[in-house]
């Protein structure tokens, strides 16, 4: 099967979020037996990552009224196929996102996606779409009948639904080249203006998200701004996959990232090893008491203000805590300012940092997640691998992923769980988790039960595969 990704970023090339991991590991897992190419936008951070790049054309990007100079990389890592997009007006930049003309920056994407599958005569069976950015690129295709595109089939998969990619419907004619017929006709229109993702779900041929309880979530709940009510027309084809882990990546037993290696028979001293040293490394105080470890973007998503003032209540009592992440301003601020009030209890790495990423995993002993909404996340599964015990709101993927201890189910527990989002409901799992903690005959069994847990791609791989056999 031929199959084509479309994405705003991809490991190993360029990564802000699960996104990237998803998009490389799913493609890598498919490669095995298909023709798998990656389509996306080759960044300034990319640059020195894909010094093997070879230029494949340089070319003229139509865009409306607009010329662009383009210039179209190939590189090939791990048996897929990665086409780079490169135009420096929109990708030479420091970050990948969050200015003002990213509607612009990726409708030039999208359209140039479309005009390079065009212009080297590929064939695709699937054309597999990943959130807001490419959303356009099935209306276009079928809006230009003649093009041999058509013969594909699209897949779009929504890993973060907060993003819409909404713009004024003006834009249409002056980025898409369009005229306002799918506006009127309402099927590309949402809350008075255009949003690619919803223009992606009504024309696509299946629609996934990243966790079967993020799909109900989805369909059932308004918890993203009416888009309910745009998924309820494609219920049925809609579909919820859990995202796996890349299983080599995150190996405690092969990590040479790690301290200390360490397995399901030696992870006690050595995970207390790995703990040891990175609190010394950090300048933590080392001593009995539990480490919370977190690797996340600091966004409100991800629960960060109920986290804060109850980390506060963990620090005073002198508990540890290590956090590496970046995002909202106001997030990183008080950070660090609980760590000036607590230096040798919080250790805070704002940016990011791959060695220390797998240091927390390895080192802690619970993990924080409490996010507000989650629509799989990878990081408890991650924990899982290394026998860190996941601390998670009870939503989307990580309801699917984790199973919380309750004092009964010790057999196959492999975390702790909340529900309501609360400061309280977050303090009384800290609670729940340190009367624990203390107990070595459980905290041992919950961390064998968690590094037991299987979170490969292949079942997710292989229930991609079902749905564009379903269609092709
Ligand atoms: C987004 C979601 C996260 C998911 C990831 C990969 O970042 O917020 O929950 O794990 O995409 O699908």
């Given at each position: 099967m031929k199959i084509v990704m479309v994405a705003s970023e991809a490991n190993p090339l360029a990564k802000t979020g699960g996104l990237a991991d998803v998009v490389y590991a799913l493609s890598k897992e498919l490669a095995k037996k298909h023709d798998i190419s990656i389509f996306m936008p080759f960044y300034k951070i990319s640059e020195h990552k894909a010094k093997e790049a070879k230029l494949l054309k340089n070319l003229t990007i139509f865009m409306s009224w607009r010329c662009i100079n383009t210039k179209l990389y190939f590189l090939e890592i791990d048996g897929i196929k990665y086409y780079l997009i490169k135009c420096d007006q929109y990708f030479n930049r420091d970050a990948l996102y969050g200015y003002e003309d990213d509607i612009e920056r990726f409708a030039y994407f999208t359209i140039a996606v479309k005009q390079i599958m065009t212009d080297l005569n590929m064939l695709p069976d699937i054309i597999h779409l990943h959130d807001w950015q490419p959303g356009m690129l099935p209306v276009l295709i079928r809006d230009d009948k003649n093009n041999q595109l058509n013969h594909a089939k699209f897949v779009l998969t929504i890993h973060?639904?907060?993003?819409?990619?909404y713009f004024n419907p003006y834009f249409l004619g002056d980025l898409y080249g369009m005229d306002d017929r799918h506006y009127i006709d309402g099927s590309i229109r949402f809350k008075d203006s255009v949003s690619t993702l919803k223009s992606a779900i009504m024309y696509v041929n299946k629609v996934t998200t990243v966790s079967p309880s993020h799909r109900s979530e989805l369909l059932y709940q308004d918890i993203s701004d009416g888009l309910n009510e745009v998924l309820k027309f494609r219920q049925d084809d809609f579909i919820g996959i859990l995202n796996g882990i890349d299983d080599h990546e995150f190996n405690p037993r092969t990590d040479d990232k790690i301290y200390a290696n360490f397995d399901l028979r030696n992870f006690k001293s050595k995970k207390a090893y790995n703990k040891k040293c990175l609190e010394e490394e950090l300048h933590l105080k080392v001593d009995d008491a539990p480490l919370y470890g977190m690797v996340s973007r600091l966004t409100w998503q991800k629960g960060i203000d109920i986290l804060l003032p109850t980390i506060h209540g963990l620090l005073a009592k002198g508990r540890k805590v290590v956090i590496l992440g970046s995002g909202e301003r106001k997030y990183e601020q008080a950070l660090e300012n609980l760590r000036r009030e607590f230096p040798d209890c919080l250790a805070i790495y704002l940016g990011y940092n791959d060695v220390l990423a797998h240091n927390i995993y390895a080192a802690s002993d619970f993990f924080l997640m409490p996010s507000l909404f989650e629509p799989c996340g990878l990081s408890q599964m991650i924990a899982h691998r290394y026998g860190t015990l996941p601390i998670i709101r009870r939503v989307g993927g990580l309801q699917d992923s984790v199973i919380s201890y309750d004092g009964h189910n010790i057999e196959v527990a492999d975390g702790f769980g909340f529900d309501e989002y609360s400061e309280s409901g977050l303090w009384w799992t800290f609670d729940w988790c340190e009367k624990n903690y203390y107990q070595s005959a459980v905290m041992h069994q919950l961390r064998k039960n968690a590094m037991h847990v299987n979170h490969d791609w292949k079942v997710a791989a292989q229930k991609y595969l079902n749905i564009y056999r379903e269609i092709i």
């Open positions: 973060n639904p907060a993003f819409k990619g």
